[in-house]
């Protein structure tokens, strides 16, 4: 007798579906707006790390095929070789401001805001009429004339820098820099059509002639345009913030005006550079953390510290002739609260404390 066949039945998965097609799937970290792609510096990342670290892609950690885009010349993506620099891991630097694309529109904001009260308040009181011609000449040409060198350094310096370093956080910090710069030259324009407004006898087109050929300023002018011909966007940082900004800047807007301005009846123009004072505060300190960063690498520190070194002997004589050139304008206001050697001090031991901070040598051509 012939065995029973048996009959064999075909079956299918059954399709099921949960959700996950369209993106609905529960997974432990579902709910959560933290990321787990980079590590930390604390037990939990900050907003900060969230929204910047390893959001520009790097062949290093993610991209396993190189970069996705180059230039004409062959290279992709953030070159190193675009800095005479080096680091063991560029992606160690966080900014210790923790600046992003909201902390700038929010706090420039609030300084917008608190300029625009001050100028608000000073035409209520009528303010300006009160001041020493001797004073109203000094602001027409002199803090105008500063304008265009904050907007040299924003518009040429820093704009350029910020396309050009090596990750998102380097970048990110120095794009709120250049924003910074930019939004300082544009209170001190509005603040120049105020005055020009005001009433009072005040050139509000003399900082052109000022900037343009007057003796006084045309060593800070060359200092500027010569940063803008850096190609090496780390020196670029390094001159502007490090030796510039040291010598030049803080002694103009601190050592000067922030001092004088007062006891020339002048209350009004201290709210308005001090904003500019406390922007280059922020940016010196991130600028610290990338240099002290790099001087400290383990395997690069000598080698960065030679080239800073290098650095600070190119342009600190630069800065300082440029300082000097502006000391005439020290006996120009009618009350003078400070001389231009004591203001000089000042901006130099600034610079010397920075220069420790970074384990550089003072350069010879600063005892001037």
């Known amino acids: 007798m012939a065995p029973t066949e048996k009959t064999v039945t075909k079956s299918f998965p059954r399709i099921e579906f949960t959700g996950a097609e369209a993106g609905l799937k529960e997974f432990p970290s579902s709910a959560s707006r933290s990321y787990n792609y980079f590590t930390p510096q604390k037990k939990r990342a900050t907003m900060y790390e969230d929204v910047t670290v390893d959001v520009q892609p790097d062949p290093e950690r993610h991209l396993s095929q190189g970069w996705i885009y180059?230039?004409?010349?062959?290279?992709g993506g953030y070159p190193k070789d675009w800095t005479e620099l080096r680091s063991g891991d560029w992606?160690?630097?966080?900014?210790?401001n923790e600046e992003w694309e909201q902390t700038i529109y929010r706090n420039n904001s609030n300084v917008v805001r608190q300029i625009q009260l001050n100028l608000d308040n000073a035409k209520k009181a009528s303010a300006y009429r009160g001041w020493?011609?001797?004073w109203v000449k000094f602001l027409e040409r002199h803090l105008g004339a500063w304008m265009h060198a904050e907007h040299g350094l924003g518009m040429h310096v820093f704009?350029?820098?910020?396309?050009?370093?090596?990750t998102n956080m380097i970048n990110t910090a120095i794009a709120v820099n250049s924003a910074h710069k930019l939004r300082f030259a544009q209170d001190l324009a509005l603040y120049n059509l105020d005055l020009s407004e005001a009433g009072i006898p005040f050139d509000g087109a003399v900082h052109r002639q000022a900037w343009h050929t007057d003796p006084v300023w045309q060593g800070v002018r060359e200092n500027v345009e010569r940063l803008t011909a850096i190609g090496d966007w780390a020196e670029s940082l390094f001159a502007a913030n490090v030796v510039f900004e040291s010598l030049v800047g803080v002694l103009f807007r601190s050592h000067l005006v922030m001092q004088?301005?007062?006891?020339?009846?002048?209350?009004?123009?201290p709210t308005l550079v001090g904003t500019g004072e406390h922007d280059y505060d922020r940016d010196l300190r991130y600028s610290r953390a990338l240099f002290r960063m790099l001087t400290s690498d383990e395997t690069h520190g000598d080698h960065n510290r030679d080239v800073m070194q290098g650095w600070l002997d190119t342009w600190v004589p630069?800065?300082?002739?440029?300082?000097?050139?502006?000391?005439p304008i020290w006996s120009q206001p009618q009350d003078r609260v400070v001389t231009f050697a004591d203001s000089w001090d000042g901006a130099v031991a600034g610079l010397r404390t920075l220069l420790s901070d970074l384990n550089l040598s003072e350069p010879k051509g600063l005892a001037l």
């Open 70 to 75: 180059g230039f004409a010349d062959g290279k």
């Open 91 to 96: 992606h160690r630097f966080l900014d210790p």
């Open 132 to 134: 020493s011609a001797a």
């Open 159 to 166: 704009t350029s820098e910020q396309r050009s370093a090596p």
């Open 260 to 269: 004088v301005s007062a006891r020339n009846g002048d209350y009004v123009t």
């Open 318 to 327: 630069l800065s300082v002739r440029a300082a000097h050139e502006l000391q």
